[in-house]
T-cell receptor, first 117, second 113 residues
């Protein structure tokens, strides 16, 4: 198992451009989460999928943000018309239910650092 | 809503010192509690967890006990090493629904040789 991977690791874009990030979860995990982390802060929840269904979205996820998880495998997060305030680390995590501990354990990818100039 | 409060950093200690990072939470119901660690340039790694009151999570010499009466989950280590230098995040997840993680603001720990 290679863990959660994210691509790209770094993205620099100009304000107003669209960007798309990809997350590949651990293969047997049915849940996939997106978080955003700004400098000096803890990650904040954006949205999550159970298989291919997007079940919850945070108020942080404005209408410029869209996420998909076709076929319940990899996921993409797109930001349209980027703003400087979108500069952050975007983290993806995947999980599955653990009977042993009775909780969904989330495993994080390395993140995509977005800089909007 | 659910929230987590961590002691403010940064924290600087000498090698072999005793470490405590305080964490308190506010939540409805019975959340699960976690400590994650983020080494420089890397993603978050699950360090330890506890899913019910009085559970003790432990890993790599770190320990934390789920204290429902004080709504706390303090992280401790008896003898820290330079390699423990990182940012530590306390987090909770509700028992039902999304089980999304709610994080504290993180505590930067630096261990000097």
């Amino acid at each position: 198992d290679t863990g959660v991977s994210q691509d790209p690791r770094h993205k620099i874009t100009k304000r107003g451009q669209n960007v798309t990030f990809r997350c590949d979860p651990i293969s047997e995990h049915n849940r996939l989460y997106w978080y955003r982390q700004t400098l000096g802060q803890g990650p904040e929840f954006l949205t999550y999928f159970q298989n291919e269904a997007q079940l919850e979205k945070s108020r942080l996820l404005s209408d410029r943000f869209s996420a998909e998880r076709p076929k319940g495998s990899f996921s993409t997060l797109e930001i349209q018309r980027t703003e400087q305030g979108d500069s952050a680390m975007y983290l993806c995590a995947s999980s599955s239910w653990s009977d042993r501990v009775g909780v969904y354990e989330q495993y994080f990818g390395p993140g995509t650092r977005l800089t909007v100039t | 809503g659910n929230s987590v409060t961590q002691m403010e950093g940064p924290v600087t200690l000498s090698e072999e010192a005793f470490l405590t990072i305080n964490c308190t939470y506010t939540a409805t119901g019975y959340p699960s509690l976690f400590w994650y660690v983020q080494y420089p340039g890397e993603g978050l790694q699950l360090l330890l967890k506890a899913t019910k009151a009085d559970d003790k999570g432990s890993n790599k010499g770190f320990e934390a006990t789920y204290r429902k009466e004080t709504t706390s989950f303090h992280l401790e280590k008896g003898s820290v090493q330079v390699s423990d230098s990182a940012v530590y995040f306390c987090a909770l997840s509700a028992f039902q629904g999304a089980q999304k993680l709610v994080f504290g603001q993180g505590t930067r720990l630096t261990i000097n040789p």
